[in-house]
């Protein structure tokens, strides 16, 4: 058998949708576990759509997630080049056997007469308003005209396009490796475009048929959009005499919204307040940015976790996946036929489970620029840092999130919760934690082990309930009702820290 070739092949047309992302995923799994090559082709031939940093920011986005390419316009390899726009001259041949067969024809027609011919059909209540079988004779084209006057057009440099002849009430079967068989009528299609004399460049049907030829592509692993394509791209291998070796295609599920209506869109991700790409894009023409997975905080193996798991997964209850993991159980028959819908829930709670599996040291690393980011010097050592990050991961999604759960080990309370005061600071507290302060005083044994029984023993001998004390002390260390264990607190800021803390609430709440 032949070695497995697959092609990542996006347009650069902006910033690549984590749609894509989960594309070029699943063909990276394939290609892994088959031992087989994994290729980006950049398919650039519409240069009305090209987005100036589009092609930069799809080899950056893989390379933060981790997966490397085979071959492409970056790495290089024996198939390139690997930008369309780069392979201008390899096209034209086919696109002349084609109408030396009669496959394929010249057409004239101008965007008005187009229009006119679609206004036409829509009067006269027209099956269909396609460029195709039941229209092409009353066009302008190398079917209706004769030989001389096409001659006479192509010489005088008259603009023309080349059309695919698609013969009507054919079935045309798709053998797709998630779908099965998918059968069309060949009068659905309509006679495409192949070629523009206007920029001399192939359309992105022929463009791509002929490199996933010429590039020994065995397998097409592509997004359910291009399935309605996919009929077209099966007559082309014909046509082109290539259809043994026609790759077997797959057209993945379509990521949809939260709530399960409709294809994911930037702006469910504006409004939802999640991101639909894999880094920060800055739209060159309109300078908005877009944040991206990398910029919200997930990780790269998260993330991609994430995004494995969005349209397949392995027959079991298991969520938790290694690159290393999907690279030996992906198969494309565990993939869904249904759309896949992105849970904003799900995706933190992977995050969680990621940062959970990283040790102390490499989230603090991670956690000293959020820190600096709050204008804290670190008043602690490193080892301390290290057991505060440990104390507080259980709680938060995102390595900025441990700010916001451990601020108070690093700067004291400057107010107090209006409620929790409300609620639990009584008369009697200022008198409670004053004698609290007086025994803690004179403690020396300050570890967070000892503490926990230090407090226990305070209460229990001065017959306080468990309540009264905790939460008032809480109050004067944190300011709020939230954060770590008290022993564990007090450990960290020291004696003298505790102190000052609970005499400054005692002062600024009074009795
Ligand atoms: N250039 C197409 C895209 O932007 C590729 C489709 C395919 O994989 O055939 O998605």
Redesign the pocket.
Known sequence: MSTIRVRF???PTGPLHIG?VRTALYNYFFAKKHGGQFVLRI?DTDSSRFVPGAEEYIVEAFKWLGIQFDEGPHVGGNYGPYRQSERKEMYRKYVDELLAQGLAYYAFDTPEELAAMRTRLETEKAPSLQYDASTRMTMRNSLTMSRDEVKYRLRGGEQYVVRIKIEPNETIVVQDLIRGEVAVNSSLLDDKVLWKSSDGLPT?HLA?IVDDHKMKITH?I??EE?LPSAPLHVLLYRYLGWENTMPKFSHLPLLLKPDGNGKLSKRDGDKLGFPVFPLEWTDPKTLEISTGFREMGYFSDATINILALLGWNDGTEQEIFSIDDLISKFSLDRVSKHGARFDVQKAAWFNHQYLMKKSNEVLTDLFIPFMHANAVVPIFERKVLEKIVGLVKERVNFVHEIWSQSHFFFVAPTSYDETVVKKRWTPETPEILGKFAEVLEKESDFSSEHLEQFMANFIKSNNYNMGQVMNCLRLCLVGEAKGAHLNDIMAIIGKDESLRRIQTAIIKIGG
């Open positions: 092949a996006p347009s894509g398919e992105y791509n097409v592509r997004g291009w």
